[in-house]
């Protein structure tokens, strides 16, 4: 038999192509290895914020969040002659767009909640204005988050941030979103101009101009017509929006860890994000949705109603229909019912006790509690301060406290929020929650007779469509709202 210069025989086409095979396998590894290497290089150049103590206590990456998403009016980067820097000025950063975006890796379900810009609430700064003022207060994003917080009652885990040349950045990576036009639709305000129906590309310029369209109008035999819905019209088109670039996303390959990477490079100073959102955590969740559907993305906004004020355009919350929509991201599991986690604390004390109140902070941000220390009124007996959803809350906090606290109820407060004010000597805090016998019988379960409703829809309804998950909202569009696109011919716009 013949022998090669070492001593073996020549390799059978089986061992050749086995060999080969391996050769191809190993080559693939190291790809991979090189692509997860430079996208982990890549997200460590992103830009990150500090949002302080605003955050709530960190959870495991495979536990349900709330993403803050806000896109901001600032125009750094863009041209002098670009339609969005009209009447504006440099460094203004309003909150154009809020978006709440809450993720269950463990589930694999997306929810997302949009507030309208113009919604008037209490600010951090005592102040009653539009919610998107926030982010122009001393604490910018923390101000943001606080006023969220504080209001809605809903936690944040997270915080990214888009301007409008990041977010032309960003549309440029993907090359275009497809959005099917049932008619053709302009905006002079902002540069939106389709000229006929149809399946269209939309680029960098169309997608911004049509994602800040306020003044849009569609044309209807032959006539322009106003859609008369302003900014909570133009939120219904940004979740639209938002589903079909997570879908182009997908096409050009975002869930190829090789492919991703030249769209995580072209993230690189387009966006902001906090400095807890780091390379492992990111990359994880990209693992972990890598087969999420877009179309499985529910959509929701705060219910508001016009209520214009001293010359100002503003929105009222319409609570008794926000309650069951935003109920879902309080995050509470219906089964385990309220932990730690679940709960918003603002720690009040007085200026002298201002010390007191950061080490009870510090404590209850320990045992998992989101808690946050305010300088406000003092009290002789510690106070546990709720609204009508917020017992259960305000309960389970007290277990946690070495003194016997005070209970008040105020129906202001939404969600799972309390307050508790600080006596002069507070005491301290206990790992392991007190039983509840111990506590007097203010604190024992009391029966519940209020129901819940969620408000009907304006989508129509298959009946043969499978139920969402309990908790998880559907798809909503406020009445009124003009969504130019066709949901039946949108599958085939690609």
């Known amino acids: 038999m013949a022998r090669t210069r070492y001593g073996r025989g020549p390799r059978t086409w089986p061992q050749r192509l086995l060999l080969g095979f391996n050769i191809l396998l190993v080559v693939a590894c190291l790809g991979l290895a090189f692509a997860l290497t430079k996208v982990r290089t890549t997200l460590q150049a992103v ?59 463990a589930a694999g379900t997306a929810q997302l909640l949009s507030i309208p810009r113009d919604t008037r609430l209490e600010l951090p700064d005592g102040s009653n204005q539009r919610i998107n003022a926030a982010t122009m207060l001393s604490n910018g994003p923390r101000s943001l988050i606080q006023t969220i917080k504080r209001n809605f009652g809903i936690s944040i885990d997270n915080y990214v941030q888009v301007d409008f040349a990041s977010f032309k950045d960003l549309i440029e990576v993907l090359g275009s979103v497809p959005v099917y036009f049932t008619t053709p639709v302009r905006d002079r305000k902002t540069g939106l101009d389709v000229p006929a129906p149809g399946c269209v590309q939309l680029g960098p310029d169309q997608a911004l101009a049509y994602a800040r ?11 322009w017509v106003y859609d008369p819905t302003g900014d909570l019209g133009r939120i219904t088109r940004q979740q639209d929006f938002m589903k079909r670039a997570i879908r182009a996303a997908s096409d050009r390959g975002i869930r190829n860890p090789q492919s991703a990477v030249g769209i995580v490079d072209a993230a690189v100073g387009a966006v902001v994000i906090d400095d807890r959102l780091n390379v492992d955590v990111i990359l994880q969740l990209l693992s972990q949705f890598r087969e999420f559907n877009p179309d499985e993305l529910a959509t929701v906004q705060v219910p508001t109603i016009e209520a214009p004020a001293d010359g100002v355009a503003y929105q009222r919350v319409l609570w008794d229909q926000a309650i069951p929509i935003i109920r879902p991201f309080w995050g509470v599991d219906p089964v385990a019912g309220v932990r730690p986690q679940d709960v918003i604390v603002d720690v009040e004390s007085s200026s002298a006790g ?28 510690t106070t546990i301060v709720f609204g009508p959803d917020g017992r259960d809350a305000a309960v389970l906090l007290a277990r946690h406290l070495d003194a016997v606290p005070a209970l008040s109820e105020d129906e202001s407060i939404v969600g799972n929020r309390v307050v508790l004010v600080l006596a002069e000597d507070p005491g301290g805090v206990r ?6 016998e111990e506590l007097p019988e203010e ?4 029966p519940t007779t209020t129901t819940t409703t969620v408000p009907p829809t304006t989508d129509p309804v298959d009946p043969s469509a499978p139920a969402p998950p309990p908790g998880v909202p559907t798809t909503t569009v406020p009445e009124g709202v003009i969504l130019p696109t066709d949901p039946a011919k949108a599958a085939t716009c690609r």
């Not at 604190?443 to 009391?446: E, I, L």
């Open 47 to 105: 830009p990150v914020v500090d949002v302080g103590s605003s955050l709530s206590t960190p959870q495991a990456v495979d536990a349900p969040r709330n993403i803050l998403i806000i896109g901001t009016d600032a125009f750094e980067g863009l041209d002098e002659a670009d339609p969005v820097a009209a009447g504006r000025e440099r460094g203004q950063k309003l909150a154009d767009v809020i978006m709440i975006l809450r993720i269950d890796p």
């Open 213 to 223: 369209a306020r003044s849009l109008e569609f044309n209807a035999f032959g006539e």
């Open 354 to 381: 201002r010390e007191s109140g950061d080490l009870m902070t510090a404590a209850l941000d320990q045992l998992g509690f989101d808690a946050e220390s305010y300088s406000g009124r003092s009290t002789d007996q």
């Open 431 to 436: 790992s392991e929650p007190k039983p509840l």
């Open 443 to 446: 604190f024992q379960p009391v």
